[in-house]
């Protein structure tokens, strides 16, 4: 079944990538908005990661915001073939603006390591991808639940010269080496862990979350250069943006680095809120009974 799944996926990747850029998001958005009439389990779930997140904002807009948030998601699936399988050159294309890659090209001509935080926000992939031509870069890589489309994921992410390590202690041990001696990493800092001494309660958005601590232990141990990234979604492809992280993010004091790390993602959420993957169960906080469990009418 598994195989079915990943060859229909392949085929609607290659399908799409086929499209012109705007008619592949329309389909997306149309996918979208199916989410949003029949009531998905991910409108739920936007819906109530945005009422944390926005309590303040009337209820009109928090569903308006919602509903965008949903054809963003729907854009975001319906793009990647274009950004996975239409080659180098059609991703130079899609990369119509950078702003700030000389704070990653610089420290790297300096010596000194950078570590770029991707949260989920616009496209992802494009900010891996681009990244991986700044400057020697390993990122970590997990297989994805559907193992047939593993092969795939992974060429495609080396194609620009990213280096993929397991997310084990030897891939984490390699990572650290490689920034030590100036390389450049890319992490996603706005995923759950899945285990208690990977991650603390911090606020996002003024909402305690159980976030990981990954990030600030490998900044304050490799004295590399953080800088947070996200790839914003425009008419005809991709503004990529790369911002220093504050001060604070250094701290050897991992409550503090992690409230920093917090804040800059939110930054970022901040300069394009619907493109933001609101779907995602952020707001949970570990251990269970150390908070409220926002997701218990949505399966989680």
């Known amino acids: ?7 229909l996926v392949k085929t609607l990747l290659r399908l799409t990538s086929l499209l012109p850029l705007s008619v592949a998001r329309w389909i997306g958005r149309m996918v979208g908005h199916g989410m949003w009439i029949c009531r998905s389990k991910a409108r739920r779930i936007t819906e109530i990661n ?6 303040d904002m009337p209820p009109a807009q928090q569903r308006a ?5 949903l054809l963003a998601t729907g854009e975001l699936t319906s793009e990647m073939g274009h ?11 899609l990369v119509r603006e950078v702003r700030g890659a000389e704070l990653v090209t610089e420290s790297v001509a300096q010596g000194r390591g950078v570590i770029v935080l991707g949260p989920h926000l616009g496209n992802w992939e494009v900010v891996g991808l681009h990244l991986a031509g700044l400057g020697p870069t390993v990122a970590l890589y997990e297989p994805p639940r559907l193992s047939a489309l593993g092969p795939m994921i992974e060429a495609v992410r080396e194609r620009t010269g990213a280096t993929l390590v ?3 202690h030897r891939g984490i041990a390699r990572l650290l080496r490689s920034v030590k001696r100036g390389a450049i990493s890319g992490i996603l800092p706005d995923q759950v862990p899945g285990e208690l001494s990977a991650g603390v309660n911090s606020d996002f958005f003024g909402v305690p979350c159980f976030t990981g601590t990954l990030s600030s232990n490998m900044i304050q141990r490799s004295g ?18 790369y911002l220093p992280a504050e001060d604070a993010i250094y701290s050897e004091d991992i409550e503090v ?3 920093a790390l917090n804040r800059g993602v ?4 901040r300069e394009c809120v619907e493109q933001y993957q609101w779907e995602y169960r952020r707001f949970r906080v570990r251990p269970k009974q150390a908070g409220p469990r926002h997701y218990d009418g949505v399966g989680g």
């Open 257 to 259: 680095s992690v409230a």
């Open 166 to 168: 397991p997310t084990d």
């Open 1 to 7: 079944m598994d195989a079915l799944k990943a060859a």
């Open 224 to 241: 590399a250069l953080a800088l947070f990234a996200y790839a914003k979604r425009i008419p005809g492809g991709f503004q990529v943006n």
């Open 83 to 93: 950004v996975w399988l239409r080659g180098a050159d059609t991703f130079a294309d």
């Open 266 to 269: 939110e930054q970022c959420v």
């Open 65 to 69: 915001l919602a509903r965008r948030s």
């Open 50 to 55: 945005i009422a944390l997140a926005f309590p």
